[in-house]
């Protein structure tokens, strides 16, 4: 019945579990990328078509199980993408059954396609044994942040363990363009041999069978592409004699449905149905052919040499393997008096006794999988794990896992954090007043100065959906009587109509248990530059910036609230942050959005400042100086100058304490402000 030589892609799929959505992807995706880096590709894709016509011709097709090594490689960041062995072990049960013709589903499959039901007789079992010969449970676990949006990229940094040998599946929190998982076909370059999976699929479903098909060179019904639905697809086929013509299921189960003049197979495991139940014997050759073709090794799989290689040969003695001590690799800081609850990750094998140690936390030691410790003192501490059992122990230890500010430390409001200090925002001898980053994708918040420095990210460098974040450190609200705002001065401008770059403002109440939203925009009603489009790297005028606030008045008295500017990319241009005024008053008579033209130096200062400003014209100016709350504590007047300008000023600390100041250039046209700190 067949037709056309296939061409054999990437399927990547979007193949759901029932009672879920199902999620598809590109047609071709990731095989058309591979295919175009290197056309050899086709070329042994088309010898394994040849080799697989005359396999099933010539009838020497055995029945004896074959078995295959499996190796899991678990990409996660300690949420619920980091599944279990048992969790696994199910995935592998569920394969076992479909591929040996024993899963439920068969008892209901139409009339018609009983006589044609095939069995693969194929048993997967995870290994045992490592490439190198030292015991493993068939399951690595990698903290990654890999495992979300993943591509073939992955696979170059978690790489496979020699396709020849093992399965390898790598299971994700999320994949590129939302789909469920994807495999390549035979022949693909052997870095890329394998099957990759969203971990919610492994265990639940028939999806590990549908790409593992896919894997021994099955398509889907209707062929080579990931459009079911499509009448064209009548003139598409999968190369097997006994799948009907068809167009494909699209998430549906109706086992009545005719296309293309046939009744549809609606219940093959490689359709998109769901109620997928069979692989036909047309398909059941074709992945014969696969484990017994050279083409990417297959039919070294299952040899004895490998499956005693592997640790997954009949007869088998486990001798038992050391287990691997894990823990989480980073928690979120506390407040001085509460607890976290620790969690045990380690992995590998059964343990039979456990210790942790907590330097500074109460208890000082635990034997339980999940201990909660109290921490009183401000400050930064280790976690030590050991596990142990017959074979031997692990330990694993995180240094500066625990990090417990210091509420009355880091900013004392009320303060303007301008950003203009040089050690800002990572204090290397005050930790407590150091900020911290939640980074992803190519570009990051960082700090940037052009004579008046801010904190910026590059969001058109970063993919969308992107999120990035600047967490300032402990603040303390108690000295000021009724705080009810906190200003922050911000700039962005778009690329184009399409810039749909998201800023979100957080607090904490909690010291950074838990967020709260503050303040949300997005796209125009970012724009601070007057709505004009800026393809090139924006960077604000003195006139491109605009005050925002978030309200704390809930706040009164909190000494460990913290706040977080989140920045979520999508298609945009530079974003900036600037002048977070804490818990004081905006600043009356002064103008934030006119900025530079001033510079003073040094600051901080102790006696003398310099100050050089530039005018647009000659005439009365005027130099103010104003604490924190505003207020008006030094005055001189003179004659400004066209062009630049310099002053010296000599402060007497009998009259002007230490401190943070404001220092402003106010004439006729303008006004320009300056942070100022004043040491001893």
């Known amino acids: 019945m067949k037709r056309n030589i296939l061409l054999l892609f990437i399927l990547f799929i979007g193949f759901g579990l029932k009672a879920q959505p199902i999620h598809k992807c590109a047609i071709n995706y990731f095989d058309s990328i591979e295919v175009a880096r290197n056309p050899e590709i086709l070329k042994r894709r088309a010898e394994l078509e040849s080799f697989t016509q005359d396999f099933i011709k010539s009838k020497y097709q055995s029945t004896d199980t074959l078995i295959i090594p499996v190796v899991f490689h678990v990409l996660h960041q300690y949420g619920s993408e980091r599944i279990s062995i048992e969790q696994i072990q199910r995935g592998i049960d569920q394969m076992n059954v479909d591929y040996r013709a024993e899963n439920n589903e068969l008892n209901g499959v139409v009339k018609d396609f009983i006589p044609i039901i095939g069995n693969p007789t194929i048993e997967f079992r995870l290994a045992k044994l490592t490439p190198d010969g030292t015991c493993t449970s068939g399951v690595v676990y990698y903290n990654t942040e890999l495992t979300y949006n993943a591509s073939n990229d992955l696979k170059y940094t978690i790489k496979n363990w020699d396709p020849q040998s093992y399965l390898n599946i790598w299971t994700v929190s999320s994949i590129e363009s939302n789909a469920a998982a994807w495999s390549h076909y035979p022949g693909v370059d052997a870095a890329l041999d394998g099957v990759v999976s969203i ?7 028939h999806v590990l069978s549908h790409e593992v098909g896919h894997y021994l060179n099955l398509a889907h019904p209707w062929g080579s592409t990931n459009e079911p639905g499509l009448e064209s697809n009548c003139n598409i086929d999968d190369n097997v004699e006994d799948t009907p013509n068809t167009i494909g299921v699209d998430q549906h189960c109706n086992l009545g449905m005719v296309s293309c003049g046939f009744l549809t197979n609606v219940q093959n495991f490689m359709d998109y149905s769901t109620c997928e139940a069979m692989f036909t014997l047309g398909q059941v050759d074709r992945m014969r052919a696969a484990l017994n073709s050279g083409i990417s090794g297959r039919k070294y799989l299952w040899t004895p040499e490998n499956l005693n290689q592997t640790g997954t040969n009949d007869g088998y003695i486990d001798p038992g393997c050391l287990p691997i001590a894990d823990m989480e690799s980073d928690i979120y800081p506390i407040c001085p008096g509460t607890s976290y609850q620790f969690t045990d990750f380690s992995s590998g094998a059964e343990i039979t006794e456990r210790t942790w140690t907590f330097e500074g936390g109460e208890p000082s030691t635990s034997t339980i999988s999940s201990p909660e410790v109290t921490y009183f003192q401000p400050g930064l501490y280790p976690v030590s794990l050991t596990v142990t059992n017959s074979v031997g122990n692990s ?37 407590f007043k150091s900020w911290e980053f939640e980074e992803a994708g190519n570009a990051h918040w960082e700090r940037f100065s052009n004579g008046n420095t801010s904190l910026r990210i590059k969001n058109q460098s970063n993919g969308a959906g992107t999120i ?39 607090v904490s109440p909690d010291c950074g248990k838990k967020w709260i939203v503050k303040y949300i925009k997005s796209g125009k009603s970012l724009v601070t530059n007057g709505g004009a489009y800026v393809t090139g790297s924006f960077e604000p005028t003195t006139t491109q ?14 000494n460990h609230l913290r706040i977080k500017f989140q920045v979520k990319s999508n298609g945009g241009n530079y974003l900036y942050i600037d002048n977070i005024n804490i818990g004081g008053e905006q600043l009356v008579g002064i103008d934030e959005s006119k900025r530079g033209g001033l510079n003073v ?35 001189q007047q003179f004659e ?21 100041y404001f220092i402003s250039i106010i004439n006729n046209e303008m006004q320009y402000t300056k942070r100022l700190i004043i040491n001893k």
């Open 199 to 205: 971990y919610s699929y492994v265990s639940s479903g």
């Open 395 to 431: 330990t694993i230890t995180r240094e500066n896992l625990v990090f417990v500010p210091d509420t009355l430390a880091g900013i004392i409001a009320p303060e303007m954090v301008d950003m203009e200090e040089v050690d800002f925002p990572i204090y290397a001898n005050d930790l």
């Open 468 to 506: 990035n974040s600047v967490i300032t450190s402990n603040i303390n609200l108690s000295p000021v009587v009724n705080p009810d705002y906190v200003y922050f001065d911000m700039a962005y401008a778009q690329r184009n109509n399409e810039s749909m770059d998201e800023l979100k403002v957080f």
């Open 545 to 558: 910036w605009r005050t925002e606030k978030i309200d704390i008045k809930n706040y009164k008295n909190n």
């Open 601 to 635: 130096y040094p600051n901080p200062m102790k006696n003398n400042l310099n100050i050089n400003f530039t005018l647009q014209n000659s005439g009365q100016t005027r130099i103010k100086l104003c604490n924190i709350y505003g207020c008006e504590i030094y005055s």
């Open 640 to 660: 400004g100058l066209a062009g630049s300008n310099i002053r010296e000023l000599v402060f007497d600390h009998q009259f002007i304490l230490p401190g943070v």
